[in-house]
């Protein structure tokens, strides 16, 4: 079992920056990625960017030059940079690792940005 928690959520203005942490806990010998998801009130839950066990970095063009996605090994902790918000980034973020075969997420934080 892998055990993940998110923080640094809150309420930012448009043009802000905010810093998410996931720390993850167990069984975390074998996880090959993680990744950071959101969700919109009655949208569908989003990929939002992925770092690999390998330190590879993936992002849609959404985000892409506003969101940093870093991982602190001593720690068991990944980040999300994001800068530049925009009202559109309001949502809840939830923390992924994946195993082969086995998705963990963490509880979410809520992320909303005023204009």
């Known amino acids: 079992q892998v055990q993940l928690v998110e923080s640094g959520g809150g309420l930012v203005q448009a043009g802000g920056s905010l810093r998410l942490s996931c720390a993850a806990s167990?069984?975390?010998?074998?996880?090959?990625?993680m990744s950071w998801y959101r969700q919109a009130p009655g949208k569908q839950r989003e990929l939002v960017a992925t770092?690999?066990?390998?330190?590879?970095?993936n992002y849609p063009d959404s985000v892409k030059g506003r969101f940093t996605i870093s991982r602190d090994n001593a720690k068991n902790t990944v980040y999300l940079q994001m800068n530049n918000l925009k009202p559109e980034d309001t949502a809840v973020y939830y923390c992924?690792?994946?195993?082969?075969?086995?998705?963990?997420w963490g509880q979410g934080t809520q992320v909303t940005v005023s204009s």
């Open positions: 992924n690792a994946w195993k082969i075969g086995i998705d963990y």
């Open positions: 770092i690999t066990r390998l330190s590879n970095t």
């Open positions: 167990g069984s975390i010998f074998s996880i090959n990625a």
